[in-house]
Every structure is written in C-alpha cells, then in structure tokens.
C-alpha cells in the first residue's frame, strides 16, 4: 500500500505532497493537478514494472502512461531542474519502507539519470549519489 508521496518539480508541482489512506478521492478545480498526481503514481510503477525490458531506470514512457521527454515531465520545463520522488509504502500493520530519489537530465547524453538514490526501512538506510553535483 502506498502511503504517502511527496513530488519535487513533477509537472503542476514545484512542491507537493499526498498522504493516502485504503480509499482515496482526488478532488479539485480544472487545471489543479489530480491527472498530475496520478501520473506521477503511474510513472513510479511504471518504472518499476519495466526496468527488465528498459536499460534506464526510468521509464517516462510505458504502458502506463505516455508523458513525453524530461521536458514535458519537469516543472517550469527547464532541463536543469532535477525532478523527485518520496514514497512510503507496505504492508498495513508493518513498518513501512521509504524511497527518495532525484533525477535530472543529461544533455550531452539525451537521457534521464537518478542523481541521487536513499532507501529507508527499520531505522537503517541506504543512499547512492550517483553523480557529482
């Protein structure tokens, strides 16, 4: 289950965070970022469900969700904005894991990296900064 998500420059969102619970209602005028939130939950899933088919780790294009380039993705569209996620998810009734990560775009490369990778679970954490800032 997931728990709670946390979105930094993702589309709407320069900074935004959700806390869920087993039923969820997405509420709000025109234009205020409800297809924004479920496509951030899409974009996480499907990035995970593909990452044996998909040499990057991120997968901003999938059978979830179709969302462009990092361009179209990142809030304000500029390509040295990095983007990021924080999750919790589990079981219900168990301690629940964390994920934060960054990721930004390569222009020399053309491709998205995770800059900076952190996984949390039972008071231990484990972090990863894969590139130079």
């Not at 420059?9 to 959700?18: I, P, T």
């Not at 990035?47 to 991120?58: M, W």
């Not at 775009?105 to 053309?110: D, H, I, P, T, V």
């Not at 998205?112 to 590139?131: C, D």
């Amino acid at each position: 289950m997931l728990y709670s998500l946390s979105l930094k420059n993702f589309r709407a969102f320069k900074a935004q965070s959700f806390e869920f619970a087993r039923i969820n209602i997405f509420a709000g005028a025109n234009n205020s970022g409800k297809s924004s939130a479920l496509s951030a939950i899409n974009f996480i899933a499907q990035s995970i469900s593909q990452r044996e088919l998909n040499p990057s780790p991120i997968a901003i294009n999938g059978s979830f969700e179709q969302l462009g380039t990092f361009l179209d993705v990142v809030h304000g569209n500029r390509s040295t904005t990095p983007m990021g996620f924080d999750l919790s998810y589990g079981y219900p009734g168990s301690e629940a894991h964390r994920i934060n990560l960054e990721m930004r775009y390569r222009s020399q490369r053309r491709e998205t990296e995770v800059s900076k990778f952190r996984y949390f679970f039972q008071g231990l954490s484990f972090h990863n900064h894969l590139l130079d800032s």
